[in-house]
């Protein structure tokens, strides 16, 4: 058996000025977001707005903070599409029902 | 190439995809609290909106803020480490402690203000829905537990890494695991807070 020890990369790619821009641009979305809480759009549509930019945060995090993005793609591979898969499976019991219940009322 | 059985199977160290795998599962904990929190909030148009602008929103924008930072701080310590600067990744991380610490001395005040003042319980508050406590209280709580925990984790990191006995690789862990912390708040901030504005 060969040692894969050294495969592991010893250090960590991205600099200082990235990891900053990064962190920047997650309070540019954070102000956008708490922003919106003020603009009364519709409780549907505002969820969806706040859930979009968060899945964009968390990319972000995921992406730079937490390195996904130097690693090899089976790491990315086993870890997103599993949980999006899996949140989608969650979300297909649970939300047709509870828009219904809004449009039921009058 | 293919993993032959070695410690680094997709050229990360075991204890890295342990942490990876860990924190998957944890995230669908949290994305089924998540989830059926805001089944029961879409589905109710009478739920409580009690967040004024201040103290609340801006306690917990602030609170956002300082996890985001203790999130930079971390980056900067794993960075640190690797480059085989100990001390510099020892004070990193323990401003990353300190963020935590501050993260969870803001929620406790309004944990408190909340029990004590509005006399919120998980099980009845003065605004109808009893549920509002027990998801607030539930997914906050949960949340918080994880910043608790990952202070007192990363100041084993700190200590075990400053005397030499741990590598940069756990430190790499330890960060995975509180950038994680950080990533979950960035759903209840919104859900928990932003859609329960109190109206005009």
Same mark, same amino acid.
Request: a neutral charge; hydrophobic letters at 55%; glycine letters at 8%.
């Given at each position: 058996?060969?040692?894969?020890? =050294?495969?592991? @990369?010893?250090?960590? %790619?991205?600099?200082?000025?990235?990891?900053?821009?990064?962190?920047?641009?997650?309070?540019?979305?954070?102000?956008? @977001?708490?922003?919106?809480?003020? =603009? =009364?759009?519709?409780?549907?549509?505002?969820?969806?707005?706040?859930?979009?930019?968060?899945?964009?945060?968390?990319?972000?995090?995921?992406?730079?903070?937490?390195?996904?993005?130097?690693?090899?793609?089976?790491?990315?591979?086993?870890?997103? %599409?599993?949980?999006?898969?899996?949140?989608?499976?969650?979300?297909?019991?649970?939300?047709?029902?509870?828009?219904?219940?809004? =449009?039921?009322? %009058? | 190439?293919?993993?032959?059985?070695?410690?680094?199977?997709?050229? #990360?160290?075991?204890?890295?995809? &342990?942490?990876?795998?860990?924190?998957?599962?944890?995230?669908?904990?949290?994305?089924?609290?998540?989830?059926?929190?805001?089944?029961?909030?879409? &589905?109710?148009?009478?739920?409580?909106?009690?967040?004024?602008?201040?103290?609340?929103?801006?306690?917990?924008?602030?609170?956002?803020? /300082?996890?985001?930072?203790?999130?930079?701080?971390?980056?900067?310590?794993? +960075?640190?480490?690797?480059?085989?600067?100990?001390?510099? $990744?020892?004070?990193?991380?323990?401003?990353?402690?300190? *963020?935590?610490?501050?993260?969870?001395? /803001? !929620? /406790?005040?309004?944990?408190? +203000?909340?029990?004590?003042?509005?006399?919120?319980?998980?099980? $009845?508050?003065?605004?109808?829905?009893?549920?509002? &406590?027990? $998801?607030?209280?539930?997914?906050? *709580?949960? !949340?918080?537990? +994880?910043?608790?925990?990952?202070?007192?984790?990363?100041? /084993? #990191?700190?200590? *075990?890494?400053?005397?030499?006995?741990?590598?940069?690789?756990?430190?790499? #862990?330890?960060?995975?695991?509180? !950038?994680?912390?950080?990533?979950?708040?960035?759903?209840?901030?919104?859900?928990?807070?932003?859609?329960?504005? $109190?109206?005009?």
């Amino acid at each position: 058996m060969t040692h894969r020890t =050294e495969a592991v @990369e010893a250090s960590v %790619p991205g600099t200082t000025r990235l990891f900053l821009w990064v962190w920047f641009a997650l309070l540019i979305l954070t102000a956008v @977001e708490t922003f919106l809480a003020y =603009e =009364e759009l519709a409780l549907l549509l505002f969820i969806i707005v706040l859930m979009g930019i968060s899945v964009v945060k968390s990319a972000l995090i995921m992406s730079y903070f937490m390195h996904l993005r130097f690693e090899r793609l089976g790491l990315f591979l086993i870890i997103v %599409p599993t949980l999006v898969f899996l949140i989608c499976l969650i979300l297909i019991f649970l939300y047709p029902d509870s828009i219904r219940l809004l =449009e039921l009322r %009058p | 190439m293919t993993w032959e059985g070695g410690p680094s199977p997709l050229a #990360v160290d075991k204890k890295k995809l &342990g942490m990876w795998l860990f924190l998957l599962s944890d995230s669908l904990t949290f994305s089924a609290l998540l989830i059926g929190y805001s089944y029961v909030r879409l &589905g109710t148009p009478q739920w409580p909106r009690p967040f004024e602008f201040y103290p609340a929103i801006v306690k917990a924008t602030l609170m956002t803020v /300082i996890l985001l930072t203790s999130s930079l701080t971390m980056v900067l310590g794993v +960075h640190a480490a690797h480059q085989e600067k100990r001390r510099l $990744a020892v004070r990193y991380i323990l401003l990353t402690m300190l *963020g935590g610490v501050l993260f969870d001395v /803001i !929620h /406790i005040s309004e944990w408190i +203000h909340l029990i004590l003042n509005e006399h919120v319980t998980p099980f $009845a508050n003065p605004w109808g829905t009893p549920l509002f &406590g027990g $998801a607030f209280f539930g997914l906050t *709580g949960l !949340h918080m537990l +994880h910043v608790t925990i990952g202070v007192l984790y990363l100041g /084993i #990191v700190a200590l *075990g890494f400053g005397r030499g006995k741990f590598s940069p690789v756990d430190v790499e #862990v330890s960060g995975l695991y509180w !950038h994680f912390v950080d990533l979950v708040w960035m759903f209840i901030f919104p859900l928990i807070y932003l859609i329960n504005v $109190a109206p005009k």
